[in-house]
């Protein structure tokens, strides 16, 4: 598994730490839930992965997102279903999904079930430097 996709997620469970709402979407079907299981258990905190019919779960997703900003929370969906839902929204919903959406790439052949070698500490410290860059000193 990629490196960049658990340090994305990290970047954008940070952001939602320091009370930002924001709903992360993973698209990528299964192995998003993979990649949930395994940022969860590599950061220590706890959080809900929504699945199921996605209109709601968005919905539901940026109720609590606004409600708790530093709770945890991401929605898994297809790719085909998030390219239906997306096209052609300018609404709130998709604005608070637009910088949380990450797409979750297969495995390359023969590393399926391989378990992501990252310290989520790092990840978090490698975040919060990438995102001290990006800004211009005060």
Do not use: K, N
């Not at 992360?24 to 809900?48: K, N, Y």
């Not at 708790?68 to 998709?94: K, M, N």
């Amino acid at each position: 598994m990629p490196d960049s996709v658990l340090s994305r997620l990290a970047r954008d469970q940070w952001v939602r730490l320091h009370g930002t709402p924001r709903v992360t979407v993973l698209v990528g079907g299964e192995r998003g839930r993979e990649i949930w299981a395994q940022w969860t258990a590599l950061s220590g905190r706890e959080g809900p992965l929504l699945d199921g019919e996605f209109d709601d779960r968005i919905r539901e997703a940026v109720a609590r997102a606004l409600r708790d900003p530093a709770q945890p929370i991401a929605v898994l969906v297809a790719s085909d279903a998030a390219a239906r839902w997306r096209a052609g929204r300018a609404d709130r919903l998709a604005a608070m999904v637009d910088e949380g959406w990450i797409t979750v790439p297969d495995p390359p052949p023969g590393q399926r079930g391989r378990t992501a070698q990252l310290d989520a500490r790092s990840a978090a410290e490698a975040t919060l430097y990438q995102a001290l860059e990006a800004h211009g000193a005060i």
